[in-house]
């Protein structure tokens, strides 16, 4: 399993911008997809964005969020444009080797980040 770190987080007006990162330990990162999940105060955790060969995104985020990775620095980001209240949570990244594209449960996901917290004021 890889070990995952989370930062970039902080606290944005509505209508601004975060890039979150996540740096993965280990050689094997390339071998892994990677989604983002994100928790509110008092709600379930849930799916934001995924990332193999291809992007896939919570229609929540769709056209406002971008996953990308770069495997050389066995890096992925979050970059999260026009910010909402909404938005505010703690952001997760996970790391996950089953097959099929996109994996959106937590379930699948072996490999888990600290978080990182996002607050977006109105």
């Known amino acids: 399993q890889v070990q995952l770190v989370e930062s970039g987080g902080g606290l944005v007006q509505a209508g601004g911008s975060l890039r979150l990162s996540c740096v993965a330990s280990?050689?094997?990162?390339?071998?892994?997809?990677m989604g983002w999940f994100r928790q509110a105060p008092g709600k379930e955790r849930e799916f934001v964005a995924f990332i193999r060969w291809s992007e896939y995104y919570a229609d929540s985020v769709k056209g406002r969020f971008t996953i990308s990775r770069d495997n050389a620095k066995n890096m992925v980001y979050l970059q999260m444009n026009s910010l909402k209240p909404k938005d505010t949570a703690v952001y997760y990244c996970?790391?996950?080797?089953?097959?099929?594209?996109?994996?959106?449960?937590?379930?699948?996901?072996?490999?888990w980040g600290q978080g990182t917290q996002v607050t977006v004021s109105s």
């Open positions: 280990g050689r094997t990162f390339s071998t892994y997809a």
């Open positions: 996970a790391a996950t080797r089953v097959v099929g594209s996109p994996v959106t449960s937590q379930r699948e996901y072996a490999s």
